[in-house]
């Protein structure tokens, strides 16, 4: 990919076929219900080279496109995941991209990122792992099986370039740069493992940039003017970095313009 080099890959519209394939291509997008979640089910779903996208979440929001197929799915619930992953074996069997579209940042008044070491709490720190780290490796556990072995695969997940322990000048919100950055860890793990066994697959970490969704919303005052993305517009660009990777780039960490971003 040329985003190996620092350059945005070749302009794709969202609509446009995921040609690098090579193949019809069954999809997979856990966190359906969540902003970017949802714009990848729906870019998806307007894609000719896609044939079907399972749309998982907690609560699956309804899609009227016959070509999607809602279903539930709890990152922290390692039995859900697991009898999502059987119920999509049963009904397509081979899949050829799985996108883990989740996170958490704050919850409302139940915690916020922390600003300081001095609010750091055990339980907030364990909930940001579950979802922001654990959640997505218990995923990988049980869909990567299902993955063509035979031509391209992509396994993905939203990371966040505060998760870079090098890109670090700030400092606080220390539950969220700390599990985003053991998340960039594990994929880069899984992309080491995998390479042994499944030469066609890619493991990406994605950095979708700051879009306007319930998990930016109470930061978007600093926002720089121009900078704030739609959903629709982000899963666009991701999706062409998508398209543009090669084995050559799993265990990396992609920003959505396709720039090499640090661990």
């Avoid at 890959?9 to 856990?30: I, K, M, Q, Y």
């Avoid at 990122?113 to 990988?140: H, M, Y």
């Avoid at 966040?160 to 606080?172: F, T, W, Y």
């Avoid at 660009?237 to 971003?261: C, H, K, M, N, Q």
């Amino acid at each position: 990919m040329n985003a190996a080099s620092g350059q945005s890959p070749n302009v794709l519209d969202g609509h446009e076929p995921l040609t690098s394939f090579g193949r019809p291509v069954h999809a997979v997008v856990v966190g359906a219900s969540g902003g970017i979640g949802k714009a990848f089910v729906e870019a998806l779903a307007q894609n000719q080279s896609v044939v079907r996208v399972h749309a998982l979440s907690r609560t699956p929001p309804k899609f009227s496109d016959p070509k999607i197929l809602s279903g539930v799915i709890d990152l922290e619930d390692e039995h859900a995941i697991a009898a999502a992953a059987d119920g999509i074996a049963e009904h397509s069997g081979t899949i050829n991209l799985i996108i883990v579209a989740t996170g958490i940042l704050h919850d409302g008044a139940a915690f916020q990122p922390e600003k300081s070491w001095r609010a750091l709490s055990a339980d907030q720190l364990e909930r940001a792992f579950k979802i922001n780290t654990i959640g997505p490796l218990l995923v990988a556990r049980h869909f990567l099986p299902l993955l063509d072995r035979d031509a391209k695969s992509v396994f993905t997940v939203l990371s966040a370039r505060v998760g870079s322990i090098e890109d670090n000048r700030l400092g606080g919100w220390y539950g969220y740069r700390a599990s985003k950055a053991a998340l960039n860890m594990s994929v880069r793990n899984l992309s080491v493992e995998l390479g042994r066994t499944h030469p066609h697959t890619i493991c990406l970490s994605l950095h979708p940039g700051t879009v306007d969704t319930g998990l930016s919303k109470p930061f978007q005052r600093g926002v720089k003017e121009g900078q704030l993305q739609s959903p629709a517009s982000c899963t666009t660009s991701l999706i062409r970095v998508i398209d543009a990777a090669t084995p050559d780039d799993t265990g990396e960490f992609f920003a959505y313009d396709g720039t090499r971003l640090p661990f």
